[in-house]
Protein backbone atom coordinates (compact mmCIF):
# COMPACT_ATOMS: atom_id res chain seq x y z
CA UNK A 1 0.00 0.00 0.00
CA UNK A 2 2.66 2.17 0.81
CA UNK A 3 4.51 1.94 -2.57
CA UNK A 4 0.96 2.72 -3.87
CA UNK A 5 0.80 5.49 -2.71
CA UNK A 6 4.40 7.07 -2.87
CA UNK A 7 3.81 6.03 -7.13
CA UNK A 8 0.43 7.95 -6.71
CA UNK A 9 2.41 11.00 -4.97
CA UNK A 10 5.19 10.84 -7.77
CA UNK A 11 2.54 11.28 -10.48
CA UNK A 12 0.89 13.88 -8.63
CA UNK A 13 2.18 17.44 -10.16
CA UNK A 14 2.61 20.28 -7.73
CA UNK A 15 2.07 23.42 -8.73
CA UNK A 16 5.36 25.50 -10.05
CA UNK A 17 4.65 28.79 -8.06
CA UNK A 18 2.89 27.37 -4.85
CA UNK A 19 4.70 23.97 -4.71
CA UNK A 20 2.22 23.03 -2.42
CA UNK A 21 -1.40 22.74 -4.44
CA UNK A 22 -1.71 20.02 -7.13
CA UNK A 23 -1.57 21.75 -10.59
CA UNK A 24 -5.15 21.30 -12.72
CA UNK A 25 -4.02 23.66 -15.34
CA UNK A 26 -1.21 24.84 -17.54
CA UNK A 27 -1.41 27.79 -18.22
CA UNK A 28 -1.51 29.18 -21.93
CA UNK A 29 0.17 32.39 -21.72
CA UNK A 30 3.80 30.82 -19.79
CA UNK A 31 3.05 26.61 -20.08
CA UNK A 32 3.82 26.66 -16.17
CA UNK A 33 1.67 23.69 -14.82
CA UNK A 34 -0.24 25.76 -11.84
CA UNK A 35 -2.86 25.12 -9.59
CA UNK A 36 -6.12 27.07 -9.91
CA UNK A 37 -5.33 29.50 -6.82
CA UNK A 38 -2.31 30.89 -8.20
CA UNK A 39 -4.03 31.20 -11.88
CA UNK A 40 -6.33 33.39 -10.03
CA UNK A 41 -3.81 35.14 -8.22
CA UNK A 42 -1.48 35.51 -11.69
CA UNK A 43 -4.11 36.47 -13.58
CA UNK A 44 -5.81 38.87 -11.35
CA UNK A 45 -2.57 40.33 -10.87
CA UNK A 46 -1.06 41.25 -14.18
CA UNK A 47 -4.42 43.09 -15.01
CA UNK A 48 -3.88 44.89 -12.10
CA UNK A 49 -0.07 45.90 -12.80
CA UNK A 50 -1.85 46.63 -16.20
CA UNK A 51 -4.10 49.28 -14.69
CA UNK A 52 -1.25 50.68 -12.99
CA UNK A 53 1.37 50.69 -15.01
CA UNK A 54 -1.17 52.61 -17.54
CA UNK A 55 -2.51 54.98 -14.96
CA UNK A 56 -5.84 53.55 -16.12
CA UNK A 57 -8.04 55.15 -13.21
CA UNK A 58 -7.86 57.55 -10.11
CA UNK A 59 -9.62 57.31 -7.35
CA UNK A 60 -13.31 58.57 -7.39
CA UNK A 61 -13.41 57.42 -11.13
CA UNK A 62 -16.79 56.77 -12.20
CA UNK A 63 -16.07 53.86 -14.80
CA UNK A 64 -18.73 51.96 -17.13
CA UNK A 65 -17.66 48.36 -18.28
CA UNK A 66 -19.33 47.37 -21.54
CA UNK A 67 -21.23 44.66 -20.70
CA UNK A 68 -22.24 42.47 -23.32
CA UNK A 69 -23.26 39.23 -21.25
CA UNK A 70 -20.31 37.60 -22.78
CA UNK A 71 -17.15 36.32 -21.26
CA UNK A 72 -14.94 38.76 -21.70
CA UNK A 73 -17.26 41.40 -20.56
CA UNK A 74 -18.31 39.45 -17.49
CA UNK A 75 -14.64 38.33 -16.71
CA UNK A 76 -13.73 42.27 -16.57
CA UNK A 77 -16.75 43.01 -14.44
CA UNK A 78 -15.65 40.08 -11.87
CA UNK A 79 -12.05 41.20 -11.80
CA UNK A 80 -12.51 45.31 -11.98
CA UNK A 81 -14.78 44.35 -9.07
CA UNK A 82 -12.50 42.34 -7.15
CA UNK A 83 -9.67 44.42 -7.81
CA UNK A 84 -11.35 47.45 -6.94
CA UNK A 85 -12.29 45.99 -3.44
CA UNK A 86 -8.75 44.42 -2.59
CA UNK A 87 -6.43 47.42 -3.88
CA UNK A 88 -9.28 50.02 -2.84
CA UNK A 89 -8.95 51.80 -6.07
CA UNK A 90 -12.10 54.17 -5.18
CA UNK A 91 -13.99 53.74 -8.39
CA UNK A 92 -17.79 53.37 -8.60
CA UNK A 93 -18.68 50.89 -11.27
CA UNK A 94 -21.68 50.60 -13.62
CA UNK A 95 -22.81 48.19 -16.45
CA UNK A 96 -23.42 49.74 -19.72
CA UNK A 97 -25.10 47.51 -22.53
CA UNK A 98 -26.04 48.09 -25.92
CA UNK A 99 -29.17 46.37 -27.34
CA UNK A 100 -28.69 46.47 -30.95
CA UNK A 101 -32.22 44.81 -31.44
CA UNK A 102 -30.81 41.38 -32.51
CA UNK A 103 -33.70 38.75 -31.67
CA UNK A 104 -32.36 35.58 -30.49
CA UNK A 105 -29.33 36.91 -29.87
CA UNK A 106 -29.11 40.39 -27.77
CA UNK A 107 -32.05 40.20 -25.85
CA UNK A 108 -30.91 36.34 -24.80
CA UNK A 109 -27.74 37.85 -23.73
CA UNK A 110 -29.08 41.37 -22.17
CA UNK A 111 -30.86 38.18 -19.93
CA UNK A 112 -27.54 37.35 -18.75
CA UNK A 113 -26.04 41.07 -17.82
CA UNK A 114 -28.90 41.65 -16.01
CA UNK A 115 -28.10 38.73 -13.75
CA UNK A 116 -24.51 39.93 -13.59
CA UNK A 117 -25.94 43.26 -12.13
CA UNK A 118 -27.67 41.41 -9.53
CA UNK A 119 -24.68 39.06 -8.73
CA UNK A 120 -22.19 41.78 -8.92
CA UNK A 121 -24.85 44.48 -7.16
CA UNK A 122 -23.22 47.43 -9.84
CA UNK A 123 -26.25 49.54 -11.42
CA UNK A 124 -26.89 48.53 -15.31
CA UNK A 125 -27.75 51.10 -18.27
CA UNK A 126 -29.08 49.84 -21.18
CA UNK A 127 -29.00 52.00 -24.40
CA UNK A 128 -30.91 50.69 -27.89
CA UNK A 129 -30.47 51.03 -30.97
CA UNK A 130 -34.04 51.32 -31.50
CA UNK A 131 -34.16 54.61 -29.43
CA UNK A 132 -30.60 56.49 -30.20
CA UNK A 133 -31.11 55.79 -33.87
CA UNK A 134 -34.69 54.65 -35.27
CA UNK A 135 -33.69 51.27 -36.69
CA UNK A 136 -32.60 47.75 -34.93
CA UNK A 137 -29.79 45.53 -36.23
CA UNK A 138 -32.75 43.06 -37.22
CA UNK A 139 -34.17 46.12 -39.59
CA UNK A 140 -30.83 46.83 -40.93
CA UNK A 141 -30.31 43.52 -42.00
CA UNK A 142 -32.98 43.34 -43.86
CA UNK A 143 -32.20 46.31 -45.75
CA UNK A 144 -28.51 45.35 -46.41
CA UNK A 145 -28.53 41.74 -46.26
CA UNK A 146 -25.51 39.98 -44.34
CA UNK A 147 -22.77 41.81 -46.10
CA UNK A 148 -22.30 44.94 -44.46
CA UNK A 149 -24.09 44.48 -41.63
CA UNK A 150 -21.09 44.67 -39.16
CA UNK A 151 -19.73 47.99 -40.19
CA UNK A 152 -23.19 49.08 -39.13
CA UNK A 153 -23.33 47.46 -35.86
CA UNK A 154 -19.52 48.86 -35.34
CA UNK A 155 -20.07 51.68 -35.62
CA UNK A 156 -23.60 52.51 -34.20
CA UNK A 157 -22.22 50.88 -31.31
CA UNK A 158 -19.04 53.26 -30.30
CA UNK A 159 -21.53 55.88 -30.40
CA UNK A 160 -24.15 54.14 -28.49
CA UNK A 161 -21.39 53.77 -25.82
CA UNK A 162 -20.32 57.24 -25.44
CA UNK A 163 -24.24 58.33 -25.69
CA UNK A 164 -24.32 55.96 -22.52
CA UNK A 165 -22.18 57.35 -20.69
CA UNK A 166 -23.35 60.90 -21.07
CA UNK A 167 -26.68 60.16 -19.57
CA UNK A 168 -24.83 58.17 -17.12
CA UNK A 169 -22.17 60.93 -16.21
CA UNK A 170 -19.33 58.73 -16.77
CA UNK A 171 -15.57 59.42 -16.89
CA UNK A 172 -14.25 56.13 -18.56
CA UNK A 173 -15.76 53.16 -20.65
CA UNK A 174 -13.47 50.39 -20.11
CA UNK A 175 -13.71 47.71 -22.55
CA UNK A 176 -13.56 43.37 -22.54
CA UNK A 177 -10.96 43.72 -25.31
CA UNK A 178 -8.13 41.09 -25.23
CA UNK A 179 -4.84 40.38 -26.85
CA UNK A 180 -6.11 38.24 -29.60
CA UNK A 181 -8.84 40.68 -30.59
CA UNK A 182 -6.70 43.13 -30.92
CA UNK A 183 -4.53 41.38 -32.37
CA UNK A 184 -6.89 40.62 -35.01
CA UNK A 185 -7.72 44.28 -35.37
CA UNK A 186 -3.97 45.12 -35.99
CA UNK A 187 -4.26 42.24 -39.11
CA UNK A 188 -7.43 43.74 -40.50
CA UNK A 189 -6.21 47.44 -40.30
CA UNK A 190 -2.65 46.43 -42.32
CA UNK A 191 -5.30 44.36 -44.94
CA UNK A 192 -7.13 47.43 -45.52
CA UNK A 193 -3.97 49.17 -45.29
CA UNK A 194 -5.87 51.38 -42.68
CA UNK A 195 -2.81 53.58 -40.77
CA UNK A 196 -4.71 55.86 -38.95
CA UNK A 197 -6.85 52.98 -37.40
CA UNK A 198 -3.61 50.98 -37.21
CA UNK A 199 -2.04 53.24 -35.28
CA UNK A 200 -5.02 53.46 -32.61
CA UNK A 201 -6.02 50.19 -32.35
CA UNK A 202 -2.70 49.12 -30.12
CA UNK A 203 -3.32 51.93 -27.60
CA UNK A 204 -4.45 51.35 -24.59
CA UNK A 205 -6.15 54.25 -23.64
CA UNK A 206 -8.46 56.63 -26.23
CA UNK A 207 -10.58 59.20 -25.60
CA UNK A 208 -14.00 58.85 -27.36
CA UNK A 209 -16.37 62.30 -27.20
CA UNK A 210 -17.24 64.72 -24.21
CA UNK A 211 -14.06 63.43 -22.48
CA UNK A 212 -14.88 60.21 -21.98
CA UNK A 213 -11.81 57.69 -21.91
CA UNK A 214 -12.09 54.42 -23.19
CA UNK A 215 -9.60 51.69 -22.19
CA UNK A 216 -8.78 47.89 -22.54
CA UNK A 217 -7.30 46.26 -18.88
CA UNK A 218 -7.33 42.98 -21.11
CA UNK A 219 -4.85 44.17 -23.58
CA UNK A 220 -2.26 41.76 -22.50
CA UNK A 221 -4.64 39.06 -21.30
CA UNK A 222 -5.16 35.97 -23.67
CA UNK A 223 -8.67 35.01 -24.79
CA UNK A 224 -7.48 30.96 -23.77
CA UNK A 225 -6.79 32.39 -19.86
CA UNK A 226 -10.21 34.63 -19.96
CA UNK A 227 -12.05 31.72 -20.74
CA UNK A 228 -10.02 29.32 -18.28
CA UNK A 229 -10.98 31.95 -15.46
CA UNK A 230 -14.75 31.96 -16.51
CA UNK A 231 -14.72 28.35 -16.33
CA UNK A 232 -12.66 27.28 -13.36
CA UNK A 233 -14.76 30.61 -11.77
CA UNK A 234 -18.09 29.41 -12.64
CA UNK A 235 -18.93 32.45 -13.85
CA UNK A 236 -22.75 33.58 -15.80
CA UNK A 237 -21.89 34.23 -19.34
CA UNK A 238 -23.60 34.08 -22.55
CA UNK A 239 -21.37 31.91 -25.24
CA UNK A 240 -23.86 32.17 -28.45
CA UNK A 241 -22.58 34.06 -31.18
CA UNK A 242 -24.22 36.76 -32.81
CA UNK A 243 -27.08 35.30 -35.57
CA UNK A 244 -25.11 37.33 -37.97
CA UNK A 245 -21.78 36.96 -37.43
CA UNK A 246 -21.09 34.41 -39.66
CA UNK A 247 -19.89 37.06 -42.60
CA UNK A 248 -18.01 38.98 -40.60
CA UNK A 249 -14.62 40.33 -41.98
CA UNK A 250 -13.12 39.79 -38.74
CA UNK A 251 -13.91 35.88 -38.20
CA UNK A 252 -11.77 35.28 -41.11
CA UNK A 253 -9.21 37.44 -39.51
CA UNK A 254 -9.48 35.49 -36.31
CA UNK A 255 -9.29 32.14 -38.64
CA UNK A 256 -6.42 32.69 -40.14
CA UNK A 257 -4.23 34.00 -36.71
CA UNK A 258 -5.77 30.39 -35.00
CA UNK A 259 -3.80 28.88 -38.02
CA UNK A 260 -0.72 30.61 -37.32
CA UNK A 261 -1.01 30.47 -34.17
CA UNK A 262 -0.94 26.53 -34.41
CA UNK A 263 2.55 27.59 -36.50
CA UNK A 264 4.19 29.97 -34.41
CA UNK A 265 2.40 30.02 -30.28
CA UNK A 266 3.84 33.51 -30.56
CA UNK A 267 1.89 34.85 -33.43
CA UNK A 268 -0.88 35.58 -30.24
CA UNK A 269 0.54 34.15 -27.08
CA UNK A 270 3.72 35.65 -26.80
CA UNK A 271 6.35 33.19 -24.67
CA UNK A 272 8.92 36.14 -24.35
CA UNK A 273 9.11 39.00 -22.36
CA UNK A 274 10.31 42.36 -23.50
CA UNK A 275 12.99 44.57 -21.58
CA UNK A 276 10.32 45.81 -19.66
CA UNK A 277 9.37 42.00 -18.45
CA UNK A 278 6.03 42.08 -20.34
CA UNK A 279 4.87 39.06 -22.31
CA UNK A 280 4.69 40.36 -26.15
CA UNK A 281 2.93 39.61 -29.25
CA UNK A 282 3.81 39.41 -32.77
CA UNK A 283 0.89 40.70 -33.70
CA UNK A 284 0.17 43.80 -31.36
CA UNK A 285 4.00 43.93 -31.28
CA UNK A 286 3.73 44.64 -34.89
CA UNK A 287 1.13 47.08 -34.79
CA UNK A 288 2.51 48.76 -31.98
CA UNK A 289 6.13 49.36 -33.67
CA UNK A 290 4.22 50.67 -36.79
CA UNK A 291 5.93 54.74 -37.34
CA UNK A 292 4.12 56.71 -39.77
CA UNK A 293 6.65 58.72 -42.11
CA UNK A 294 6.35 62.57 -41.35
CA UNK A 295 4.49 64.15 -44.08
CA UNK A 296 2.09 61.19 -44.13
CA UNK A 297 -1.70 63.23 -44.39
CA UNK A 298 -3.64 61.79 -41.40
CA UNK A 299 -7.64 62.37 -41.15
CA UNK A 300 -8.03 66.06 -38.75
CA UNK A 301 -10.73 65.31 -36.10
CA UNK A 302 -13.50 67.95 -36.07
CA UNK A 303 -17.31 67.47 -34.82
CA UNK A 304 -19.81 66.46 -36.84
CA UNK A 305 -21.88 69.01 -38.18
CA UNK A 306 -24.95 67.67 -37.65
CA UNK A 307 -24.85 65.31 -34.61
CA UNK A 308 -21.85 66.60 -32.51
CA UNK A 309 -19.79 63.22 -32.29
CA UNK A 310 -16.34 63.50 -33.19
CA UNK A 311 -15.20 62.96 -37.09
CA UNK A 312 -13.03 63.11 -39.16
CA UNK A 313 -15.36 64.71 -41.57
CA UNK A 314 -18.23 67.28 -41.97
CA UNK A 315 -20.80 64.50 -41.33
CA UNK A 316 -19.61 61.33 -38.80
CA UNK A 317 -20.10 57.65 -40.59
CA UNK A 318 -23.08 57.30 -38.35
CA UNK A 319 -24.92 60.28 -40.05
CA UNK A 320 -24.00 59.21 -43.37
CA UNK A 321 -24.90 55.47 -42.65
CA UNK A 322 -28.11 56.82 -41.30
CA UNK A 323 -28.80 58.37 -43.62
CA UNK A 324 -28.41 55.90 -46.00
CA UNK A 325 -30.80 53.52 -44.17
CA UNK A 326 -33.64 56.53 -43.78
CA UNK A 327 -33.24 56.92 -47.89
CA UNK A 328 -33.48 53.59 -48.95
CA UNK A 329 -30.07 53.91 -49.96
CA UNK A 330 -28.16 51.68 -47.52
CA UNK A 331 -25.05 51.22 -49.40
CA UNK A 332 -24.46 55.25 -48.67
CA UNK A 333 -20.82 55.30 -46.49
CA UNK A 334 -20.29 51.50 -47.86
CA UNK A 335 -19.78 51.47 -51.10
CA UNK A 336 -15.89 53.12 -51.67
CA UNK A 337 -15.73 53.55 -55.62
CA UNK A 338 -14.41 56.99 -56.27
CA UNK A 339 -16.76 59.15 -54.25
CA UNK A 340 -15.19 60.48 -50.72
CA UNK A 341 -16.93 61.06 -47.43
CA UNK A 342 -16.63 64.26 -48.36
CA UNK A 343 -19.18 63.53 -51.51
CA UNK A 344 -21.40 61.69 -49.58
CA UNK A 345 -22.08 64.50 -46.63
CA UNK A 346 -22.85 66.43 -49.71
CA UNK A 347 -24.93 63.91 -51.23
CA UNK A 348 -26.49 63.56 -47.83
CA UNK A 349 -27.18 67.09 -47.28
CA UNK A 350 -29.50 67.79 -50.74
CA UNK A 351 -32.21 65.91 -49.20
CA UNK A 352 -34.20 65.80 -46.22
CA UNK A 353 -32.39 64.54 -43.02
CA UNK A 354 -33.32 62.58 -39.94
CA UNK A 355 -31.47 63.53 -37.13
CA UNK A 356 -30.23 61.80 -34.23
CA UNK A 357 -29.59 64.07 -31.05
CA UNK A 358 -27.31 66.23 -30.74
CA UNK A 359 -24.34 65.02 -28.31
CA UNK A 360 -24.47 68.51 -26.37
CA UNK A 361 -28.67 67.54 -26.01
CA UNK A 362 -27.93 64.79 -24.04
CA UNK A 363 -29.16 64.91 -20.69
CA UNK A 364 -27.79 62.62 -17.34
CA UNK A 365 -30.81 60.77 -17.12
CA UNK A 366 -30.17 59.36 -13.99
CA UNK A 367 -27.52 59.35 -11.36
CA UNK A 368 -27.69 56.17 -10.39
CA UNK A 369 -29.87 53.43 -12.95
CA UNK A 370 -31.79 51.69 -10.24
CA UNK A 371 -30.84 48.37 -9.54
CA UNK A 372 -33.45 45.07 -9.55
CA UNK A 373 -34.30 43.55 -6.53
CA UNK A 374 -33.50 39.40 -7.40
CA UNK A 375 -32.95 36.22 -4.83
CA UNK A 376 -30.17 35.91 -7.10
CA UNK A 377 -26.38 34.58 -5.32
CA UNK A 378 -24.35 37.13 -5.66
CA UNK A 379 -20.65 36.22 -6.61
CA UNK A 380 -18.04 35.10 -4.12
CA UNK A 381 -15.45 37.35 -5.40
CA UNK A 382 -12.72 35.85 -2.83
CA UNK A 383 -10.40 33.55 -4.10
FE1 LIG B 1 -23.12 43.39 -34.59
FE2 LIG B 1 -21.79 41.98 -36.45
FE3 LIG B 1 -21.14 41.76 -33.86
FE4 LIG B 1 -23.44 40.76 -34.74
S1 LIG B 1 -21.36 40.08 -35.34
S2 LIG B 1 -23.15 41.98 -32.85
S3 LIG B 1 -24.02 42.23 -36.30
S4 LIG B 1 -20.91 43.59 -35.12
Known amino acids: ERSF ?104 SLETVKRNQQQYELPLKIVSYSDLYGWTMDEIVKEVGLKNNCTFCGVFRRQALDRGSVMLGIDHVVTGHNADDIAETVLMNILRGDIARLGRCTEIITKGESMVRRSKPFKYTYEKEIVMYAYFKKLDYFSTECIYSPNAYRGYARTFLKDLEAVRPSAIIGMYRDLLCRYREDIIHSGEAFEIKTGVKMPEQQTCTRCGYISSNELCKACVLLDGLNRGLPRLGITREQRTRHDEAKEVKKTGVTKIQHFSDIQRAEATPPMANSNIKKIDISY
Open 5 to 108: LTAASNMVKLCVICETERAVLKRPKTGQQICRSCFYHVFETEIHHTIVDNNLFKPGDRIAIGASGGKDSTVLAHVLKTLNERYNYGLELYLLSVDEGITGYRDD
